[in-house]
């Protein structure tokens, strides 16, 4: 009896669907818990998520519902076998009323079984693995950034409709990366595109001129690849050494270039990614968000910060309409349910397994620059496979 | 004596605290009791044989996910069979990797450690089918409430303490000290130093084994960064803080850790910085550790 | 004759070109005291260890009691009641002088791998461990350290060690090396005393001191045996005295 | 496998192997002169990388910045050895363990302290931004090329400067014995100084080097940390030709890993080490001894 890994999560999911109370809403503050990566590589990423979180509060006079916000910050250092311990100091220790994070999909893992049986409201500000609101869909759990299907997916129309038909796919071995991958294979191969070759490269190793040379003896049409942070910084500049830049067009989804466009340079130019932002996004929210942002932090606003600030503002929005009673369980989910914000990414809404519904934007490097050169896919939703939520 | 009577007062709090149902007590200190295990049985390599293994977190990844599998995949959830299942895992790993490791000495044991360390964190880091890089869950804890799991670790730390005591002053525990200070003239005087290095070995590996079924047991959730060299680095780490070959030392080490990590975030976001300082200043001016500071430190 | 103790065959043993020990044909008599010499650099110390299992033999073959002990290790040879003692003191500096016999004596229990008594319970141990302290002379030493021995009682305590593992043969690398007058005499007597009913062979430089005790003289040369026989005989021999007096005048 | 591809193949893995001895160098010479097991050499890598990054910015050019920076590796390094590391030659190893741990995090918070969290591009000069064709498909970049003839040039003047020079005589000679050549009126602490220092500065050295391909980011000494260790124990502690023929094993065995048997790559390196110190315990070229 062999369980895919898979089903075993789906079991040990519905073991702990029970619809038991919310914790009830106590005293006057109301505490958020923050499960982000202060030191390490993501340590960027936490910060901006957590000041965006602080910007949108404080648009809101730093009350949600009528009730005084209070921050409890711990530092994931995206290390899954600390992240147990760190959601206990959260939940148990500081016993916040509602728990927003992580960046690292395997903290992510880790947090999710204990805030299903410990029935605390969470918002998922980064981490897409397709669980959260797949398999482990539940009621009192949301995210505000993207399923990993959302910023792979449309990219297989993307390179299909530039004539790309035969593509070799890279990407680093763990799970962002494989399921990132899978979700292009679903897209590329329904449109009738043929993957050459899957290079898996082993987390978080970043030689990768063994893997250029070979790309560069099959001369795909295209290569579709999924690298973050400081990896996909070298890659990318590896990519443009290895003379591949001119010759075979590089595609990914946009944590290729978000947030190290700067360090690749030159050669990132030319690149394109499908992200569920962009910095050049021309919409009010996303101009009035940038320079707040830029004004309180004196950094450039990114698609983490974006994740962060929509929370808060979701959470302004439902807990208003319950009072800021994070005890009021149905009515509460029901009223993050039915949240609509104008969100600096465009249009936000939940789909029923409590992902965001957003467009997914086709964006190029022209001149260091990210330009917007579409929506690659409009209201994307993600398929959340194995959640039986609202279905 | 004082000694003794600290002991004996250490343990008495840490099982109070199993009546008073605080969920967060009880998942942290029984987190930080753990990490006493580890360093203990650690400790009867580095601080009683003179060996420095960095494979300590492999033989306690192991029986986690031991357990996650023999759960997930057989089925089998009753105590009393997951728990010689999974410490025969970490048992038989430890045999093997200690027979292979212990064939080179001094630093390029310590290496060979780190490489099989390391091979099995790819093993199941790599493979989706063991549950990749996020980990897998146990599906069915074999004891549910936090409270009776909190006094199976407590039993098991007081149980290792007495265990590894007791094994220190026999017959065995003399040779292995012996060993530690002169092992060619061990052999010389007719010990197979060797073998009774592998044992050391094996009964270190077990009781790792012992914390990694326990930690899958509090949590549910195994991991492979709990393999890495970077635990095993750590756990060493807590054996020289608290003072290697006193057996009391690194469990002190573990628990001061554990708080300084907890409250450690309050005072600074550097809070690595205050480990660093507190690192260096033990080296520089404790160098038996902060078992130094009790009565002497004298040999357990 | 009787069947010899030990026994070597055409035992060589070389580092690279140089044959420390080259071609040595012996054989030990049980119950004797057999001294072997020769000036500095013949191959005496490397012949010990041979004979100890702490080098490997390059050729040739050493029986024990008949058996072929050649690849035997150190553990086995000392489990078979060979015993050694160090030319420098290769003991347990941290350890006391009752821990390091009592690890000696524990070695003869059948196997130490007893992990729940508490050692002090096995008192035959302890016995065995205070007779040969007694014996040594060093009965009123326990608790030191052996680090903080005296140079003359550290040799005293290497004696005390093997003589706790109850071997049946010895051996004993330069046992007078380095020691002053009296502490010479005082450990030639403590080695006549020991060498009563047991085989010795005896590696030393000093030759007047060997004399008075050894049954046989074996002098080696260049890795080689110049001579063998009584002590008289090589006293005498003009061969023994060229090697030592060639090798004092140059 | 055509046979071009092998060739690019095994370029690749010499040039890594090459930037792995340049890594690995230092560490070897430290461990093996004065028996120190320096875990913060990873951090000195990294520091290096920050001082090019931070001097190319002010300055414009990363040969410039690597000028100044190297001097500044090597006084870091002597600082921290008058400071910590002397204090641990008589003492065992686990003690140098504990101390360099110590510095390791000590280094990671200053590094967030001074630059941040965030990853930076090292642009490399003018002068060397143009690329040589590799074959008909794939172009290699010049700065790789120097790279690559730096780590030559450090390895042929570090087996010049041990095996020819006095002063390489007396860190031969303190390597085995340093009692013995304190005894012969011989400054040892002097010696022990300056070989730590060009080790950090080695270290530094390497980063400075990297930073333009690996851009700068933090913790991004760690990885390097352990691989340098794996070069150093595979071809021998204190033996500089041993790191290198390491370090070229681990390059080739690493990159051809990658591409022959993809599952097993990341835990390639680890095997190999495993197989070479089962086979030969010591190493490759293992001095008989285990350094000091």
Same mark, same amino acid.
């Given at each position: ?14 073991? *702990? ?5 919310l914790r009830a809403a106590t005293g006057a503050r109301l505490k958020i818990g923050l499960l982000l990566p202060y030191s390490g590589t993501y340590a960027a990423l936490g910060h901006n998520i957590t000041d965006a979180m602080k910007l949108a509060a404080a648009e809101h006079g730093s009350k949600l519902g009528g009730r005084e916000v209070e921050w409890v910050a711990v530092d994931d250092e995206s290390d899954p076998a600390k992240a147990p311990a760190n959601v206990n100091k959260l939940i148990a220790g500081e016993k916040v009323d509602i728990l927003t994070g992580p960046v690292h999909s395997g903290v992510a893992m880790a947090m999710m079984q204990i805030v299903r049986q410990e029935n605390v409201l969470t918002i998922v500000t980064n981490a897409g693995a397709q669980a959260v609101t797949g398999?482990l869909c539940a009621p009192h759990v949301f995210r505000t950034s993207f399923s990993n299907w959302q910023v792979s ?7 299909? *409709? ?10 680093w071995?763990y799970s962002f990366g494989?399921e990132s ?12 595109? *043929? ?8 987390f978080p190793?970043t ?19 999924f690298f973050a942070g400081a990896g996909a910084a070298k890659f990318v ?15 990914g989804s946009g944590f290729l270039t978000e947030g190290v466009l700067a360090a690749q340079?030159?050669?990132a130019?030319?690149?394109?990614t499908t992200l569920h932002y962009a910095d050049a996004l021309d919409n009010a929210a996303n101009k009035k968000f940038r320079e707040s942002f830029k004004k309180a932090t004196g950094r450039d606003a990114d698609v983490y910060a974006v994740a962060g600030y929509d929370t808060v503002n979701v959470l302004a929005q439902a807990l208003g309409k319950v009072k800021g009673d994070t005890g009021a369980g149905?009515?509460l989910i029901?009223a993050l349910e039915a949240t609509r914000l104008d969100s600096p990414r465009g249009p936000f809404r939940f789909s029923?397994a409590h992902n965001p519904v957003q467009d997914v934007y086709?964006r190029?490097v022209?001149?260091g620059k990210e330009?917007v ?7 994307a939703?993600d398929?959340a ?7 | ?22 969920r967060f007590w009880?998942q942290f200190?029984?987190k930080a ?100 890089s996020d980990g ?83 949590y549910?959730f195994?991991n492979p960064a709990q393999?890495g060299?970077r635990q095993?680095?750590l ?22 850790l554990a708080f300084i990590e907890h409250y450690g975030e309050r005072v600074t976001e550097h809070w690595n910085a205050l480990i660093a300082a507190l ?22 | ?250 | ?42 951090s000195?890598?990294m520091l290096?990388a920050y001082?090019?990054w931070w001097?190319?910015e ?46 390791v995090l000590l280094f990671n918070e200053l590094q967030r302290a001074l630059w941040g969290n965030d990853v930076h591009g ?92 690996t851009t700068v980011y933090p913790g991004m000494g760690e990885s ?69």
């Open positions: 009896m062999t369980l895919s890994r898979r089903a075993l999560l789906g079991a040990a999911a519905c073991s *702990t669907l029970l619809p038991r109370p398999t997916y449309p990219c297989a129309d993307v390179m299909l *409709t530039a004539g790309h038909k035969r593509a070799v796919l890279m990407f071995n494989q991958m899978a979700a292009f294979k679903e897209g590329y191969s329904k449109g009738g595109g *043929t993957v050459v070759k899957e290079i898996a490269v082993p190793n030689e990768f001129q063994a893997n250029l040379s070979e790309i560069a003896a099959l001369k795909p049409d295209a290569v579709f690849v500049k590896d990519y443009a050494d290895a003379g591949l830049k001119d010759k075979v067009p590089l595609y340079g030159a050669a130019e030319g690149i394109k149905k009515e029901a029923k086709l190029q022209k001149g330009v050169l579409g929506v690659a896919m409009k209201d939703e398929p496979a194995g959640c039986k939520m609202g279905k | 004596m004082t000694r003794r009577i600290l002991l004996l007062a250490g343990a008495l709090a840490l099982g109070v605290v199993a009546f008073s149902g605080d009880l200190l029984g009791m753990i990490g006493c295990i580890l360093a203990m049985s650690l400790d009867l390599l580095v601080g009683f044989t003179g060996l420095v293994s960095l494979a300590h977190s492999a033989f306690f990844g192991l029986a986690a996910y031991a357990l996650a599998g023999v759960t997930n995949r057989l089925g089998l959830v009753n105590p009393l069979l997951t728990f010689p299942v999974c410490l025969l895992a970490a048992a038989a790993a430890a045999l093997i990797i200690g027979w292979l490791s212990l064939r080179a000495t001094g630093v390029y044991f310590i290496m060979v450690t780190l490489a099989f360390t390391q091979m099995l964190f790819y093993l199941f880091n790599d493979s989706p089918a063991l549950g990749g897998l869950y146990v599906a069915e804890r074999p004891v549910d409430s936090r409270a009776a799991a909190y006094v199976a670790i407590w039993a098991a730390l007081v149980l290792a303490y007495l265990l590894l005591a007791r094994i220190l002053r026999a017959p065995y525990g003399r040779a292995l000290e012996g060993i530690r200070v002169n092992e060619q003239r061990m052999r010389s005087l007719g010990y197979p130093t060797r073998r009774y290095k592998l044992v050391a070995f094996v009964i270190a590996g077990t009781l790792a084994g012992v914390a990694g079924y326990l930690d899958a047991t509090l549910g195994v393999l060299w095993s680095g756990i060493l780490v807590t054996v020289l803080l608290g003072g290697k070959g006193t057996l009391y030392g690194p469990a002190l080490g573990a628990l001061l690192v260096i200043a033990v080296v520089l001016f404790l160098p038996r550790g902060l078992a130094g500071l009790v009565q002497g430190g004298r040999r357990a | 004759m009787p069947e010899p103790l030990l026994l070597t065959e055409t035992l060589t043993r070389r580092f690279d070109a140089l044959a420390a020990v080259d071609g040595v044909s012996l054989a030990f008599e049980e119950g004797r005291v057999h001294a072997v010499i020769g000036p500095n650099g013949a191959g005496k110390s490397t012949f010990l260890n041979l004979l100890s299992g702490e080098l490997r033999a390059t050729q040739g073959r050493v029986r024990f009691r008949g058996l072929d002990v050649t690849r035997a290790t150190p553990d086995e040879l000392s489990r078979l009641g060979i015993g050694r003692s160090y030319q420098t003191a290769n003991l347990f500096p941290e350890l006391s002088c009752a821990d390091c016999a009592w690890l000696a004596a524990q070695s003869r229990l059948p196997s130490s791998m007893r992990f729940f008594r508490p050692a002090e319970r096995y008192a035959e141990v302890g016995d065995r461990a205070a007779r040969a302290l007694e014996v040594c002379g060093l009965s009123g030493r326990r608790p030191t350290r052996a680090g903080q021995l005296s140079y003359g009682e550290q040799r005293q305590l290497e004696i005390a060690m093997m003589l706790a593992t109850e071997p049946t043969l010895l051996l004993l690398d330069e046992p007078l090396a380095g020691l002053g007058h009296d502490e010479a005499l005082r450990v030639v007597a403590l080695l006549t005393e020991v060498a009563r009913g047991r085989t010795v062979i005896l590696v030393e430089h000093d030759m007047e001191a060997v004399f008075s005790i050894s049954d046989t003289v074996t002098v080696l040369v260049d890795g080689r045996v110049l001579e063998r026989g009584s002590p008289d005989q090589v006293r005498n021999s003009a061969a023994v005295r060229e090697a030592y007096l060639g090798e004092e005048i140059a | 496998m055509s046979l071009s591809l092998f060739a690019l193949q095994l370029i690749n893995g010499v040039e890594y192997g090459l930037l792995l001895f340049l890594v690995a160098s230092g560490l070897t010479l430290v461990f093996g002169v004065l028996g120190v097991l320096n875990f913060a050499h990873g000195f890598y290096g001082l090019a001097l190319s002010r300055t414009g050019n990363l040969l410039l910045a690597i000028l100044v920076g190297l001097p500044a590796m090597a006084l870091i390094g002597l600082l921290v050895e008058r400071l910590a590391i002397a204090r641990l030659y008589l003492r065992d190893h686990l003690s140098q363990v504990l101390l360099t741990y110590g510095l090292v642009a490399t000069p003018k002068s060397l931004a143009f690329t040589i064709p590799l074959g008909e498909a794939q172009t290699w970049p010049a700065w790789r090329a120097f790279t690559a003839l730096c780590c030559i040039a450090v390895a042929v003047g570090m087996q010049q400067l041990i095996l020819k020079t006095r002063f390489g005589m007396r860190v031969r000679a303190g390597a085995s014995n340093a009692e013995m050549v304190e005894a012969l009126g011989i400054d040892v602490r002097r010696v022990f100084s300056v070989v730590f220092s060009a080790g950090t500065a080695l270290a530094g050295l390497a980063g400075m080097l990297a930073a333009p391909l390097v940390l352990i691989l340098s260790f794996v070069v150093v124990v595979i071809g021998g502690i204190g033996s500089i030709k041993g790191a290198f023929l390491g370090a070229m094993l681990v390059g080739i065995a690493d990159t051809f890993g990658k591409v022959l048997l993809p599952g097993f790559a990341s835990a390639m390196v680890y095997a190999v080490m495993a197989a070479v110190l089962l086979w030969r315990p010591r190493g490759l070229l293992g001095p008989a001894f285990e350094g000091r």
